[in-house]
């Protein structure tokens, strides 16, 4: 039988990677995040990245990443906080995964080193196009206020009700 895949979504910052990390490990699965492989594609950091080559050089290795993990069953994946622009992405990433959307206060998100997200203001921007498409792609949606441990256990409770195992 094939795992179904736990896959994360959420504004860059709201701890997708380390909940997803403390994931893995609690459920011996193995630990992907959608950015991490694209700088590991590139051989550069995602701001460099964008400085580079731009926004749309970056969301179509993003595609590309979702196409990857779609393919793959049984993982912890955290993705990028733009995978939800393209409806193919998330399209993909439902195949063989179930969503939770990461919810986290705008303020607390940090913001340093972050292409499109350096100011409260493009935070809060970026937030008023990207919370639909978050909601409407999440299996679930769980607030990350402040206790990662708590989300976690959320995280598990429901994918243990809800996945197909």
Known sequence: MVEQNIVLIGMPGCGKSHIGKMLAKQMEREFLDTDKMIEEKTAMPVPEIFALHGEAFFRALES?????????????IATGGGMVLKAENIRLLKENGRLYYLRRDLRLLPRKGRPLSNSLEALEKMFCQRSPLYLQ?????LDNQAQPQQAMQAILEDFRENSSH
């Open 64 to 76: 590309e990443c979702a196409e990857t993990c779609a393919k793959l069953s049984g993982k912890v």
């Open 137 to 141: 792609a999440a299996d679930c949606v």
